[in-house]
């Protein structure tokens, strides 16, 4: 199982950017996928989720500026976040809820 994430970089306040995470050696159509991230000195959260059912859920502090979504045969995992604040600044990682395996995260730094 692998998980690559990428997308990540420097964005003012506003701003939006696009978070991919490629998926291989699993089945990603049957399995709930979500995308974590974790800010200095703060534990890991969850931001978002997509089900098999493609059902999907979100942080509070999230909703409305940031969308996941999924390309099974591309196998892709992306998350489009919009209007970007200083506290979305971290690390985000995208998993396999449920499961062990996580990608290796990319960092999105927003500016104020």
């Known amino acids: 199982v692998q998980l690559q994430a990428s997308g990540g970089g420097l964005v003012q306040a506003g701003g939006s950017l696009r978070l991919s995470c490629a998926a291989s050696g699993f089945i990603l159509s049957i399995n709930t996928m979500a995308w974590y991230r974790q800010a200095p000195g703060k534990q890991r959260e969850l931001v978002a989720s997509?089900?098999?059912?493609?059902?999907?859920n979100y942080a509070d502090s999230v909703k409305d500026r940031f969308a996941i979504s999924r390309d099974i045969l591309k196998k892709m995992v992306y998350l489009q976040m919009n209007s970007l604040k200083p506290e979305d600044t971290a690390v985000y990682y995208c998993?396999?809820?449920?499961?062990?395996?996580w990608g290796q995260g990319t960092l999105v730094t927003v500016s104020s």
């Open positions: 997509i089900s098999s059912g493609g059902s999907t």
């Open positions: 998993t396999i809820e449920r499961t062990t395996y």
